[in-house]
């Protein structure tokens, strides 16, 4: 069977930004592809460059050498983000936070209430409609930002961190919406996190970069079932696969080193 056309492929990224003692390389040498309706996570350590190359595949930063190509496309494709902070518009509504993007295109005002009144319900959100940011918790305005990112229909999605800030009981079930979100709408998903966790419930494969300058030091192709559940973490195999990516992040050493086997 032929190979499926990618949706993007990173080529050889390079991001080089001047600095009072010459150049600080960001990103060296980055190139992946990403398939339709993928999620795909990227880990590495503190500043090492993944926000940068979030915004390289965004066309927020043009990369300094290398380029991104969309196989098959005349243009980009529809692009969605979603950040550590929600970002909301605090004088607007949960409504109309989340009709931004489809009033910003031109949509027609009843049709954009009814796709947001649908992205409502998909995030559990109910009765929440007329609400001002100010009146939610940290987790209601992330699945705001979620609803807002996801009403336009993106080809892509990339986050950064969004659950970085929150508790952890509400990290946990923002995972679950997130991918009943991503199953329902059939998105392709970028997402940079720093927790291993994170990856290994969400994504289809693991991307992980190296100290900066960014590289590619692991790919790693997570092949458990969906849909997945908070308990798989207390799995044998989703503990060697977390140990795996923990050695490779210099956070446990690893059994070669060691002694160990594998």
């Avoid at 970028?190 to 991307?207: F, I, K, P, Y």
Wanted: proline content about 7%.
């Amino acid at each position: 069977m032929a190979k499926e056309t990618p949706l993007l492929r990173a080529e050889h990224i390079n991001v080089i930004f001047p600095a009072d003692d010459g150049e600080l390389e960001a990103v060296a040498d980055v190139s992946f592809s990403l398939q339709p309706q993928e999620f795909l996570a990227v880990v590495g350590p503190s500043g090492c460059g993944k926000s940068t190359l979030l915004r390289v595949l965004a066309g927020l930063l043009p990369p300094t050498r290398g380029r991104v190509v969309f196989p098959g496309r005349e243009s980009r494709p529809r692009v969605g983000l979603v950040f550590q902070d929600a970002n909301l518009m605090p004088w607007r509504t949960v409504l109309r936070n989340i009709t931004l993007p489809l009033e910003l295109q031109g949509v027609p005002w009843e049709e954009a209430r009814r796709r947001a009144e649908a992205m409502i319900a998909l995030v559990g959100l109910e009765g929440f409609a007329d609400t001002l940011p100010r009146d939610l918790s940290g987790g209601m305005a992330q699945r705001v930002a979620l609803a807002r990112a996801f009403i336009h229909k993106p080809d892509l999605l990339l986050l950064d961190e969004p659950f970085t800030a929150l508790d952890a009981l509400t990290r946990e079930r923002l995972w679950d919406e997130l991918l009943g979100i991503w199953r329902h709408e059939r998105a392709t998903v970028v997402m940079v996190t720093h927790s291993v966790t994170e990856a290994l419930l969400l994504s289809d494969r693991v991307l992980v970069l190296t100290e900066r300058p960014a590289r590619v030091r692991l790919e790693l192709k997570v092949d458990f079932p969906r849909p997945r559940h908070a308990d798989l973490r207390y799995t044998a195999a989703f503990g060697e696969l977390a140990r795996l990516l923990r050695e490779n992040l210099g956070v446990l050493p690893s059994r070669a080193s060691t002694g160990g086997m594998r």
